[in-house]
């Protein structure tokens, strides 16, 4: 579900759950245990494997879960959105496919993304299907991505082709698959040169207006009766 390659100094952790990288308390425990398993790198290249970087929340799981257990599974998210923000070398995110809805927030939480030239999916397409964003989600989208887009990236839950994706922020550059992880890992390696505590210090105060945590808020999101109605399609 996870995997986790070394680089030198450079850890390579990779969502790797045989279809589209969801994320539910099973990965995201997986991730959350790879990023303090990494505390020893340099820096951290974050990635995923098939033809999803992540589809975001596992649609299926979810409405299956009681309000305590679904609250559980947005506070995991929650931590290691934290635990990715907070990392204190660089992580930089290769963005191999798809990243839609909570794939995208795991993006926007990269010091640096790289995308691929193919036909893939970018944006947070929650507010399309009946799912507010949260606030912690909002300010993330408002400190990472371009100010003259971010109404259209947030309010009409719209989705990005990779040129697109480059002009809104979520992608900071691309290239073509075969050397996608190649760039990711040399920009790695040399952004993991840089002093260490001059850039813990610098990323805590780029960062350090961000909520800590999702907020009460964020459960509602999914049991409006849109968004119901639409998990309710994802059921098996």
Known sequence: MI???????????????GKVNVLNEHSLGKLQQALRDSQDAKAIVLTGVGKCFSAGLDLKRL????KPDLLAV??????????????PRPVIAAINGHAIAGGAVLSLCCD?????????KIGLSE???????????VELARHRLAPTKLTQALLFGQLYSWEQALEVGYLHEAV??????????DLAQQVSTLPGPA??????????????????????SFLTDQAQQHMARFKS
Do not use: C, W
């Not at 507010?127 to 989600?137: E, F, N, R, W």
């Not at 073509?176 to 890992?185: G, K, N, Q, S």
């Open 199 to 220: 850039y813990q210090q610098t990323k805590a105060s780029l960062v350090g207006n961000l909520p800590q945590k999702l907020e009460a808020e964020a459960i509602g």
């Open 74 to 87: 947005l506070e995991l998210f929650s931590e290691v959105i934290v635990q990715l923000l907070n990392y």
């Open 112 to 120: 640096q993304s790289i995308g691929i030239k193919r036909e893939v």
């Open 3 to 17: 995997t986790l390659k070394k680089h030198g100094d450079i850890k390579e952790i990779a969502l790797n759950d």
């Open 63 to 66: 409405p299956t879960l009681n």
């Open 176 to 185: 073509e698959p075969e050397h996608l992880l190649d760039r990711a890992l």
């Open 127 to 137: 507010v399309a299907v009946g799912m507010p964003l949260p606030s912690l989600v």
